[in-house]
């Protein structure tokens, strides 16, 4: 609750009505703003999502579309099937999680987040939260607009009932958090970013949550190579209506230091492996030049040596279209 803000009007102190209660958390209940502003909880998600907003709304019936059903028939909880699915998350043997696990796991090599307050951004099924609080975070609140169970918060009393963890639930756009300045040590997106049409928005808003010298941690995200100016991409996604751009290294970069934040790429583990092992879908997007080198012996040593020189990181994923990590450190 002291980390809340009000969407309206900014103000914290809200005011905590409870309806129902287990040992855990409030199940139902709704907080209440000097400026007149009430916000729900149910089934444990605190639902500060401003309404009227039909980009949001647009976004998830898009989503709903792509899953395959709508508001009137969603998949329930005791679906077993469903549930080991959801279990074994981010694990999968199809795209995009065959890639986004071994990246994601990545990260605890790099940073240790043990005691640290987390923002996880565009949560979704909330499988990234229940590691992130699990491994350690000792206050994690996923935020997403999606409440649907199997897409978006709900998906959380899953995971919450069987594992030895906790973290909060918050509906909420990204754009307009409404959390204390200054009050998360990291925010995390997995393939979240690119769903902002206004980068440098975001940017600044991940940078005001965070405190000094905290971090944000991005994984999964698309990155274009430079001499292609399409933004949008022509997908199932965007026809039906989700909001999804692709950006080049040097946007998010540029958008992340107009905040405030000093980013610096990490080379995904699933990248290198992919480049170095020969997988055609990746080679199809990397500069020709690459491609010719990948060819020889010699010449996967000499890239593998190029991924791990800054500079020459930024070379290639400026002539490549490549799935993009990276970190950023508010100064």
Not at 51 to 70: K, L
Not at 167 to 189: I, K, S, T
Request: hydrophobic residues 40%; contains cysteine.
């Amino acid at each position: 609750l002291p980390a809340l803000r009000c969407p309206c009007c900014g103000a914290g102190d809200l005011e905590l009505q409870v309806e129902a209660r287990d040992a855990r958390e409030v199940r139902s209940g709704s907080l209440r703003c000097r400026c007149g502003g009430e916000y729900r909880i149910a089934r444990g998600v605190a639902d500060l999502l401003q309404p009227d907003n039909e980009v949001i709304e647009r976004e998830i019936r898009g989503w709903r579309e792509i899953a395959g059903f709508n508001q009137h028939d969603m998949p329930g909880a005791d679906d077993p099937a469903m549930r080991a699915d959801l279990m074994a998350l981010p694990w999968g043997t199809q795209p995009p999680w065959i890639h986004v696990a071994p990246d994601f796991f990545q990260l605890f090599e790099y940073f240790d987040l043990r005691g640290t307050r987390i923002v996880d951004l565009g949560a979704g099924r909330t499988w990234s939260s229940r590691y992130l609080a699990a491994f350690g975070g000792a206050e994690v609140i996923a935020v997403d607009p999606m409440l649907d169970m199997t897409l978006g918060l709900h998906t959380a009393d899953i995971y919450l009932e069987r594992n030895d963890c906790y973290f909060e639930r918050l509906r909420a756009d990204m754009h307009r958090l409404p959390l204390a300045d200054g009050w998360a040590d990291v925010v995390f997106g997995c393939a979240t970013l690119h769903h902002s049409s206004d980068l440098e928005r975001l940017m600044g808003e991940v940078a005001r949550v965070l405190r000094r010298g905290g971090l944000l941690l991005a994984i999964s995200e698309p990155n274009k190579r430079a001499a292609i100016l399409q933004r949008r991409p022509d997908n199932a996604e965007t026809a039906a209506g989700i909001n999804e751009q692709i950006y080049t290294l040097a946007e998010y970069f540029a958008a992340a230091r107009s905040a405030g934040l000093r980013p610096r790429a990490i080379v995904p583990r699933t990248v290198r492996q992919r480049m170095l092992y020969g997988e055609s879908n990746l080679r199809e997007g990397l500069d020709p030049w690459l491609v010719r080198l990948l060819r020889r012996r010699c010449g996967l040593r000499l890239v593998d040596l190029m991924l791990r020189v800054p500079i020459l990181l930024r070379w290639i994923y400026r002539r490549s279209n490549l799935p993009l990590s990276f970190y950023a450190v508010k100064a």
